[in-house]
């Protein structure tokens, strides 16, 4: 069997469009392909290697957890289920934790205690869910729903209802939405698909304060702001509002599949036994990583690590642009950064992620003209250094075309 580009055509379904080359081989924040080539990572698996790729502390939970037990059901709890669901409660607002495998499921989950607690609290008519436009919340039918592109959700019939759309960073038009009826508020607390749009701290103490009013929930979606990559361990800490229930994925396994919902004692208790399950959420492998990798970002040194490599980041991408003058904004924070590209360039983010490529480095777009970077939280300084040299490489490249 020949295993290469041409057989994804010919056996996979065609939702996606992978690249060329094909990755065989981690370590750190460097990657090699089939041809032995070699890629500085500054993708990180779409800000999920939070540590790069094969860190000793994650294969090491791996093997010891993979000798020993890898998965039970929900009919038997495990040891890496409890220990990891304990750390994620001491470090954060929550009381109690649902384990799922996925960003979307954890946000599935999360919609349907809010609907559940709605319904047994205040009757059907509180169902309303506000999100807000250009959010991204995953790809199952609800919660692509609430997520703010209708074209993700358009042209599979009949949507779940209720929901609405407000603007980011517009209070007045989520105050023009949001009533008595509405369930819950969901958004990101840094939206990332979306563009790489940091949120005010007004905006996000008024949603709060709206939520209140109103006696909604407020439900942070931090399956990509969570874990480290803003360099708090939640982005909420940072500004100043705590919500009602928190999502989380993406890092939290560190690129082993894993996903999370975190919300208070008196919330949880709706979701009482048979309301919702899944037959993988919990499964002790995932867990004893997730542990593994929630232990060494959970620390002074990673954290503060995340902030003095956002500032060399930034301050390269500044040094490029001074050059070729490409970028009309650089933004975000810690390690999860845009660039989005001048009314010259626009709508071409895409063609800088394969220049980038063919100088050995792999990063990502935030749709059609926003570059977006998120390496790992501990990628060394030397190949940030050289990263870097390589997209400038990149940018004159497309530049000079
Ligand atoms: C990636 C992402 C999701 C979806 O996570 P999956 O693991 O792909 O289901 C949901 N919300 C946000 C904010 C994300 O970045």
């Not at 008519?125 to 919340?137: E, L, P, R, V």
């Not at 690590?305 to 930034?314: C, D, H, L």
């Not at 990263?387 to 990149?394: D, I, K, N, T, V």
Request: hydrophobic share 45%; glycine share 10%; with cysteine.
């Amino acid at each position: 069997m020949t295993v290469n580009r041409a057989l994804f055509d010919s056996v996979m379904v065609p939702n996606y469009s992978p690249s060329q080359v094909i990755p065989v081989k981690g370590m750190g924040s460097r990657v090699w392909d089939q041809n032995d080539k070699e890629y500085i990572d500054f993708a990180g698996g779409i800000a999920v290697n939070c540590l790069g790729h094969c860190h000793p502390n994650l294969v090491a939970a791996l093997k010891e957890q993979g000798e020993k037990l890898w998965h039970l059901s929900n009919v038997m709890t495990n040891e890496p289920a409890l220990r990891l669901a304990e750390k994620l409660v001491n470090a954060t607002f929550a009381e109690k934790v649902y384990f799922a495998n996925s960003g979307a499921e954890a946000n599935e989950a999360a919609l349907k205690l809010a609907r559940r607690w709605a319904l047994d609290t205040h009757g059907e008519k509180k169902s309303q869910i506000i999100a807000f436009n250009k959010g991204f919340h995953g790809r199952t039918f609800f919660t692509v729903t609430v997520g703010g592109q209708a074209a993700y959700s358009d042209g599979f019939g009949p949507k779940p209802g209720n929901i609405d759309h407000a603007e980011y960073n517009d209070l007045a038009s989520l105050e023009a939405l949001i009533s008595d009826n509405t369930c819950a508020v969901m958004l990101e607390p840094l939206q990332g698909e979306g563009g790489i749009v940091s949120p005010t701290k007004e905006f996000m103490q008024g949603v709060r304060d709206l939520c209140d009013k109103h006696n909604a929930l407020m439900i942070f979606d931090e399956v990509q702001t969570g874990v480290g990559r803003t360099g708090e361990l939640y982005a909420y800490m940072g500004l100043g509002v705590t919500p009602d229930i928190i999502t989380t994925a993406k890092a939290l396994g560190g690129g082993f599949p894993i996903g999370a919902m975190l919300t208070t004692t008196e919330l949880a208790a709706h979701l009482k036994i048979g309301t919702h399950g899944s037959t993988y959420g919990g499964n002790a492998l995932a867990c004893a990583v997730g542990e593994a990798a929630f232990d060494t970002v959970n620390t002074p040194e990673v954290l503060n690590g995340v902030k003095q490599r956002e500032v060399i980041i930034k301050d390269g991408l500044k040094a490029i642009n001074a050059k070729y003058n490409v970028f009309a904004d650089i933004r975000g924070q810690g390690l999860l950064i845009g660039a989005e590209l001048t009314e010259a360039y626009q709508g071409r983010a895409k063609d800088f992620l394969n220049a980038a490529v063919d100088q050995g480095l792999m990063i990502l777009v935030a749709g059609v003209s926003v570059i977006r970077f998120t390496p790992s939280l501990v990628i060394p300084l030397e190949d940030i250094e050289q990263g870097l040299a390589r997209f400038e490489s990149a940018v004159a490249a497309i530049v000079n075309a």
